[in-house]
């Protein structure tokens, strides 16, 4: 289902389009730095879109239930869960604005039949963009405010039963 490594090239990915009023936004809510301009974000989209076409991968676009509600990190689509060869794990977001992503990755695969392999709960966090491929078994994952203890650990116990070592950094 997914890759174990981070220098193949990409086959498929999944990929999230800005959401329309981006720009608009309560700046300081989602940290983000003034101003935004919704034109130029949906010209880097558009761009970083057409070289990954470009490159041969299948681009699958992610379509959340409610495409009004204000879920804008959602186009970072590497965060919210892990996809192993074996199926997808799904991550618990440090940053309380990104929880409910989860949920949209949860259907996206319930719809796309990839099996759901494991879960980071209750007050363990990680983010997909603390952790880094070294290799084909071995996964490394930093704590940050974003990912802790908590989370790193259950992670750990999740990939042990598929033979993945997890380095915490």
């Not at 193949?8 to 309560?26: A, E, I, T």
């Not at 070289?51 to 379509?63: R, T």
């Amino acid at each position: 289902f997914g890759a174990q490594n981070m220098f193949s090239c990409l086959k498929k990915v999944l990929m999230k389009r800005p959401q329309k009023f981006m720009s608009k936004v309560d700046l300081q809510k989602w940290n983000y730095t003034p101003p935004l301009d919704q034109d130029f974000i949906n010209e880097n989209y558009n761009e970083f879109y057409k070289i990954i076409k470009s490159s041969g991968a299948e681009i699958v676009d992610l379509k959340l239930i409610n495409e009004n509600e204000e879920l804008c990190d959602s186009i970072f689509t590497h965060d919210p869960s892990l996809v192993l060869e074996d199926g997808a794990i799904i991550l618990n977001m440090g940053k309380k604005m990104r929880k409910k992503e989860t949920n949209e990755h949860i259907n996206f695969y319930n719809e796309e039949k990839i099996p759901i392999i494991g879960k980071i709960e209750n007050n363990g966090t990680i983010e997909g963009g603390d952790c880094l491929w070294i290799n084909h078994k071995t996964l490394l994952v930093g704590e940050s405010n974003r990912t802790n203890k908590y989370g790193i650990n259950q992670l750990s116990a999740i990939l042990n039963k598929h033979n993945i070592l997890l380095i915490p950094i």
